[in-house]
């Protein structure tokens, strides 16, 4: 069955960088769009990053677009998130989420989009 692990969350201090990683199997991988979304205490699901079946066109949303990266690795079925200068309105639970394509369109914000979703790893940022 499809998996999506997330790995590589923490806690820092206000200012630090973190990189989150998504491993993904029994899927492949490359016929895939890959999303981050986030979820804070008390607060809405919320886009994070989306990127292209090829990490050809990339979607990030404008409260971090300046601060991080969203990439891929296809030869490695994983998706990254690189999260810099992090404030504390970054804490929360970082999701990777996963939905098929047949060809490289601008990848989705939406939740609804999204077919496979992983467990969450926590990110907590600290004055």
């Known amino acids: 069955q499809v998996q999506l692990v997330e790995s590589g969350g923490g806690l820092v201090q206000a200012g630090d960088s973190l990189r989150l990683s998504c491993a993904a199997s029994?899927?492949?991988?490359?016929?895939?769009?890959m999303g981050w979304f986030r979820q804070a205490p008390g607060k809405e699901r919320e886009f994070v990053a989306a990127i292209s079946w090829s990490g050809g066109r990339t979607n990030i949303a404008d409260s971090v677009k300046s601060r991080f990266i969203i990439s891929r690795d296809n030869a490695k079925n994983t998706v990254y998130l690189q999260m810099n200068s992090l404030k504390p309105e970054d804490t929360a639970v970082y999701y990777c989420?996963?939905?098929?394509?047949?060809?490289?369109?601008?990848?989705?914000?939406?939740?609804?989009?999204?077919?496979?979703w992983g467990q969450g790893t926590q990110v907590t940022v600290s004055l």
């Open positions: 029994g899927l492949t991988f490359s016929s895939y769009a």
């Open positions: 989420a996963a939905y098929s394509v047949l060809y490289s369109s601008y990848p989705s914000a939406g939740p609804g989009a999204y077919n496979y």
